[in-house]
């Protein structure tokens, strides 16, 4: 499927036209690189739609420019079965980074990226607590965000990651791993990605972000996605688990209430 395209020609601020162009000045080094070193890894799948890369600079990602449109159950369906079909395009490792790229990803909002910590581990359970929990503990505590009581459960769940209590058997899965509805951009062909965090995880974590900030006909997504990959049983349950990282992501860039369910979702993992 081919999202559409305006015609040739230059727009008012020398950009092509059918062009759009991502801009940050004073952009972390490699920062674009990376991006569209993410999008091109998804897109070999040949699984989902992925916005295609035009050009890259050190302050600029040239993207092909989409047309919005409303969704409809059935895109909603179609693109539920193309993402099983990515993630089980599978990743090397759980926490690789993409074919080509060395060093580690970002995670964030434009303006203000935030590193996203890249390695290569055999599990699940021992990626989510050395590379998410522990860089995200180590962060909210550098912004005054993480309380004592939040400190020690973020502990405790990470012990039980590495002791293994919370794994399974899933091969690393190809993520987005930035998989909000904002990134999901509709066309009138269907869902289309943009805007990833690409690397090795679980498949639930792409699924639980869909959850998050709420996106439109998911239980369609959830039921293409289930027509060609079903969900191990008890996925629902696990939502919250999934959810830590970008919430807590959330909390430290932006304080409040993210703060506040941060607390609430780890707590609750531990039983308190």
Known sequence: MT????GAGVSTDGTPTGVFRKRRA??????????????????EADAVPVVRVLGVGHDHLDLERLEPARPTA?????????LARLHDAGADAFGCTPPGWSGD???????EPLPLPAGRHDRWGTFLADLRLEPLRELLAARRRLSPRLAGDLTALA?????????????????H?????????WTADGGVLIDPAAHGGHRETDL?????????????????????RPLRRGWQRRRGLHQVYPVGMHAALFGGGYVTQTEALVGELVGR
């Open 159 to 175: 012990e039980r990651l590495r002791a293994g209590d919370l794994d399974d058997d899933a091969p690393p899965a190809r993520l």
């Open 105 to 111: 990803g970002f995670f964030g909002p434009l303006d």
């Open 74 to 82: 059935a895109h909603a369906r179609g693109f539920g079965r193309g």
């Open 177 to 185: 791993g930035d998989l909000w509805s904002g990134n999901v951009l």
């Open 208 to 228: 639980a972000m869909l959850a998050l900030f709420g996106l439109p006909h998911l239980d369609d997504v959830l039921a293409g996605y289930q027509e060609v």
């Open 3 to 6: 999202p559409t395209r305006d």
């Open 26 to 43: 004073g952009a972390p080094p490699a920062f674009f690189a990376c991006e569209a070193a993410g999008l091109c890894w998804l897109a």
